[in-house]
């Protein structure tokens, strides 16, 4: 392993940050003719076939039990739920206002470890995620009456990503990052594939398949490509740099974010939109200056 860097686990960290939304967009692209759930498997599909040469150039050890096969399996649950409920919201919504609302994701950990584990919150702590609540909101109310239930969708996304972050902690200390990805990988579509199979046909249309053309199996091979690099990167980044360093530039995502839904989509944020994200992004970055106080910022260690 090379000598920690932390400029180059900065330059890794923005490397995520502009390839991350380019994965959102392959899903955006792709949801123009290929069902949602179809989409949330071929994630998983690419993402694990990427993985692979990465998995044999590195050779990693598993050093894992058999209850981090649990593990593993919870997390690939938890990030299929994810994955289909961001893919569903970006059918419709524009990619910078569903990533802005699932910003709201370490408020959601820290809530739940407190229910959970009983994991003691300050008082800062509970106005700062109250106000970054009360930005996703603002975020959220104007497409409530465009969108309908769908604007809750990157909430639903932003649940289920805690808890597949709370399965990441259980075995991080035992199970080598790629090899968690590899596996993850294969679990989530030995779990999406039949699921469609049983929908092949029903007329349900988030989950019933069909046959990508070779645009929409570009934009497939994309979302898991994307996946893989920016998970790779971010893994990478997090050996060279602290979660305390790099935790801030987790928000350059937005305006790369806000960059692509106006150059692909010619999607551009509302005043609405830009005070609920600036309320988001302060709240966080007020939360992690908090938590680097005594303690690592509640970051996760991988992207959806």
């Given at each position: 392993m090379s000598t920690p860097s932390p400029l180059r686990g900065a330059l890794l960290m923005v490397a995520f940050c502009i390839m991350a939304p380019l994965l959102d967009a392959c899903s955006k692209l792709a949801t123009e003719a290929i069902p949602v759930g179809?989409?949330?498997?071929?994630?998983?599909?690419?993402q694990g076939l990427c993985m692979l040469p990465v998995f044999a150039l590195m050779r990693p050890k598993w050093g894992g039990t058999r209850r981090d096969l649990f593990f593993i399996t919870a997390r690939a649950f938890c990030l299929i739920l994810s994955t289909y409920c961001f893919v569903a919201s970006v059918q419709f919504m524009p990619i910078a206002d569903a990533i802005a609302i699932v910003f709201v994701m370490p408020f959601m950990i820290m809530g739940l470890s407190r229910l959970i584990f009983g994991t003691p919150i300050g008082k800062q702590q509970v106005l700062a995620s109250l106000v970054g609540?009360?930005?996703?909101?603002?975020?959220?109310?104007?497409?409530?009456s465009t969108y309908g239930l769908v604007a809750l969708?990157?909430?639903?996304?932003?649940?289920?990503?805690?808890?597949?972050?709370?399965?990441?902690?259980?075995?991080?200390?035992?199970?080598?990052?790629?090899?968690?990805?590899?596996?993850?990988?294969?679990?989530?579509?030995?779990?999406?594939?039949?699921?469609?199979?049983?929908?092949?046909?029903?007329?349900v249309t988030p989950l019933d398949p069909v046959m990508p053309d070779a645009i929409n199996t570009l934009w497939l091979f994309g979302v898991g490509f994307w996946a893989a690099a920016s998970h790779f990167c971010m893994t990478v980044a997090m050996r060279h740099a602290p979660a305390a360093t790099l935790a801030p530039l987790h928000y350059l995502e937005l305006p790369m974010a806000v960059f692509l839904g106006y150059a692909i989509f010619g999607d551009f944020p509302n005043a609405y939109t830009w005070i609920g994200m600036a309320v988001i992004v302060g709240s966080g970055l007020y939360v992690i200056r908090l938590e680097t106080r005594g303690q690592p910022p509640l970051l996760p260690d991988e992207a959806i």
């Open positions: 179809q989409i949330t498997a071929a994630r998983f599909l690419f609540f009360g930005g996703a909101l603002l975020v959220i109310q104007p497409k409530l969708f990157p909430l639903g996304c932003a649940l289920a990503f805690s808890f597949y972050e709370f399965a990441t902690q259980a075995m991080s200390t035992r199970v080598d990052a790629v090899s968690m990805q590899l596996h993850t990988s294969l679990a989530g579509f030995a779990m999406a594939a039949p699921v469609l199979w049983a929908f092949d046909g029903s007329g």
